[in-house]
């Protein structure tokens, strides 16, 4: 059964620029959430999808974005990039369940802002 | 607001020597405790979920518990391989089901 898929594994942006990050739940899991993980903060939520829809925001500025396709794949963009945003983004996805609400994690991408 | 406190922060043991992890939460209501490890590099792996105070789960060397304002994860007889920064996140009740995590312990077991 394959993993949680996240695409690409190391980005390197410079200061102001865009990205776009992605990934690919484990099939039949129709949640997907995002969490930024860095030394200082450690991991925080960014946003939770569910059947395309954003169930739930974390307190992030506007800057950070996401979308859920009817396959239940999922992008995060990042817009007007700053050093602070240079981090390790890790994209979860679960069945969403009654009794099943556990989280499988990707390998994350490494985004550094440069 | 829900909180997360683990301790140590980090923690050395030698191979063979049992030790715990502490997990110490506030959450308003909450739906599940969840115990994840993480290897440098990547992402968490899932362990334990843990429902209700009094529950207990163990997987190999790995036995976690559950009161109703912290729980355990105790490592028996630990080995070089379950070097890892060990976390613990909580799920509160309600329709958001954001996982709230901890700081984490990085535990390192000396051969």
């Known amino acids: 059964k394959a993993g949680v898929t996240q695409t690409p594994r190391y980005l390197i942006k410079t200061r102001g620029q865009q990205v776009t990050l992605s990934c690919s739940p484990i099939s039949g899991h129709r949640s997907v959430s995002w969490y930024q993980q860095t030394p200082g903060q450690g991991l925080q939520f960014l946003f939770e999808?569910?059947?395309?829809?954003?169930?739930n925001k974390g307190n992030f500025p506007g800057r950070f974005s996401g979308r859920q396709f009817s396959n239940s794949r999922s992008e995060m963009n990042v817009s007007t990039l700053e050093l602070g945003d240079s981090a390790l983004y890790l994209c979860?996805?679960?069945?969403?369940?009654?009794?099943?609400?556990?989280?499988?994690f990707g390998s994350g991408t490494r985004l550094t802002v440069v | 607001e829900d909180q997360v406190t683990q301790s140590p922060e980090a923690l050395r043991l030698q191979e063979g020597e049992s030790s715990s992890l502490n997990c110490s939460y506030t959450v308003s209501g909450l739906r599940g405790l969840f115990w994840y490890r993480q290897d440098p590099g990547k992402g968490p792996e899932f362990l334990f979920t843990?429902?209700?105070a009094g529950e207990e789960k163990e997987k190999e060397r790995l036995k976690a518990t559950l009161t109703k304002k912290e729980s355990f994860l105790h490592i028996t007889a630990p080995k070089p391989e379950d070097s890892a920064t060990y976390l613990c996140a909580v799920q509160a009740e309600g329709s958001a089901r954001q996982l709230t995590f901890g700081s984490g312990t990085q535990l390192t077991v000396l051969p």
């Open positions: 999808y569910f059947s395309e829809t954003q169930r």
């Open positions: 979860a996805s679960s069945l969403a369940v009654r009794g099943n609400y556990g989280y499988t």
């Open positions: 843990l429902y209700s």
